[in-house]
Nanobody, 115 residues
Framework: QVQLVESGGGLVQAGGSLRLSCAASGSIRSINVMGWYRQAPGKQRELVAVMTSGGKTMYTDSVKGRFTISRDNAKNTVYLQMNSLKPEDTAVYYC?????????WGKGTLVTVSS
């Protein structure tokens, strides 16, 4: 099994920065995709950014140029550096890992951006 634990959420003013971390443990494969999703109140969960174990990345358009995803494969940890935060970035951010056709999710961490 796989467990994911997120950290780093909180309250920040618009224009500020936060860094999210997610540590994966358990049966982690060398080939996988790790990333971040978010769900704002009343909205569906959406992809924010993902990164393959080989280093390829993908971002949703609304965060390009502001958010940066990175990972440490040796630590099975993925990060999300969030800069120039906007109130519309307010959401619960979930870490996820996809491997062997299975998706695993963390419990989420709340990010609140005040105007």
């Amino acid at each position: 099994q796989v467990q994911l634990v997120e950290s780093g959420g909180g309250l920040v003013q618009a224009g500020g920065s936060l860094r999210l971390s997610c540590a994966a443990s358990g049966s982690i494969r060398s080939i996988n995709v790790m990333g971040w999703y978010r769900q704002a109140p009343g909205k569906q969960r959406e992809l924010v950014a993902v990164m393959t174990s080989g280093g390829k990345t993908m971002y949703t358009d609304s965060v390009k140029g502001r958010f940066t995803i990175s990972r440490d494969n040796a630590k099975n940890t993925v990060y999300l550096q969030m800069n120039s935060l906007k109130p519309e970035d307010t959401a619960v951010y979930y870490c996820a890992i996809s491997q062997d056709g299975m998706d695993y999710w963390g419990k989420g961490t709340l990010v609140t951006v005040s105007s």
